[in-house]
């Protein structure tokens, strides 16, 4: 069939995890510039017992989508790296991701790209049928959620990062906090109240007020998971996904290196990452010489705003309301930034 090949397994160095996570986080707070290292710090830095994992993606089964291949990639060479963020509260054996992000780093020309992609997108899915693309990783787990970016993007993923979100937490407060200008601010009545609380179905209202603010942990999650009363819908929460992943890479520039052993123990066991030591001497190279005029953000808007999306709801979508793709925009805005 078009489009079959063999299954693609990803496996990183086998250099021990907490040096890993040390040396990574060394690189990126020598930075002290935002771009690649504020989207890498909250999820490469610290897969401390979790870095190295194998992902086994199955071949495309999609007419005209070619299966890639994945060579070893020479230095320097660019690459590209889906970032999943999801509940780890136990709600869910395999949750739903809260947000994916495709990453393009171009180590010689110091260049990033993030794609937001915004989880109601209804899709067709690598493990069959087709839903919200969210739920790709809930059946799944990595791989599906790869294959499913990868068939219907039209993009060839090499890295996956995993966050769960009471890591963000711990990442933020270990900082000590993040400053931004909320200028999309929050009012959710119905936000979910399931960290560190036995009963994990309860809802609370919630408000991060417009200004600047120096938010916590939870109040930073709360201020980028809200879905709620925002008047560009999902796509307000990603553009305050991101926002805060750069407040982030702000703060982490004033780390020093008796900072980074700390920080790690921190971030145990909240995130997973199947890079390995030859991305990070790349991501090194990247982030020493990086400039916020090299970051490009991407967010699929719906009309008026990008017209990449429309929203629906109904039947056809077992009675969801959901986030539509135009794919002549999609397609020509991935092909343009991922080649």
Same mark, same amino acid.
Do not use: E, H, K, Y
């Given at each position: 069939m078009t489009g079959q090949g063999p299954a693609r397994r990803r496996r990183a160095s086998r250099l021990h995890p907490v040096r890993v996570a040390v040396l990574t986080l060394f690189c990126l707070v020598l930075s002290g510039t935002a771009g690649a290292a504020a989207y *890498? *710090? #909250?999820?490469?830095?610290?897969? &401390?017992?979790?870095?190295?994992?194998?992902? &086994? =993606? #199955?071949?495309?089964r999609s007419p005209g989508v070619q299966a890639t291949p994945a060579p070893s990639a020479a230095p320097g060479t660019p690459f590209t790296v889906l970032l999943l963020g999801s509940d780890d509260d136990g709600k869910n054996q395999s949750p739903l991701t809260q947000s994916m992000i495709l990453i393009r780093v171009e180590p010689a020309t110091k260049h =990033?790209?993030? @794609?937001?992609? #915004?989880?109601? @997108?209804w899709v067709p899915l690598s493990t069959g049928g087709s839903a919200k693309i969210d739920a790709a990783y809930a059946y799944g787990g990595a791989a599906a959620a790869i294959a499913t970016v990868e068939r219907n993007f039209h993009v060839h993923i090499d890295e996956y990062a995993w966050v769960g979100l009471k890591g963000l937490i711990k990442l933020i407060d270990r900082l000590g906090g993040v400053d931004l200008l909320v200028t999309n601010p929050v009012l959710d009545d119905a936000y979910p109240d399931d960290i560190d609380t036995k009963f994990l179905y309860g809802y609370k209202r919630v408000a991060v007020l417009p200004g600047f603010q120096h938010l916590d942990g939870s109040h930073a999650l709360q201020y980028v998971r809200s879905r709620h009363n925002d008047i560009n819908g999902d796509f307000g929460r990603s553009a305050r996904q991101q926002q805060v992943l750069l407040a982030i890479k702000a703060k982490a520039s004033t780390l020093n290196v008796a900072d980074l052993p700390d920080i790690v123990d921190t971030l145990k066991g909240n995130f997973k990452t199947s890079m390995g030591l030859d991305r990070i001497r790349n991501l090194l190279g990247v982030a020493t010489a990086f400039d916020l005029a090299n970051v490009k953000q991407v967010v699929l808007y719906a009309c008026p705003s990008g017209c990449y999306t429309s929203y629906d709801h109904g039947a056809a979508y077992g009675g969801q309301s959901v986030v539509i793709p135009h794919w002549s925009m999609v397609l020509a805005v991935t092909k343009a930034n991922f080649p």
């Open positions: *890498f *710090f #909250p999820v490469v830095v610290a897969g &401390v017992g979790q870095t190295g994992q194998t992902v &086994v =993606v #199955p071949p495309s =990033v790209t993030m @794609l937001s992609i #915004p989880r109601d @997108l």
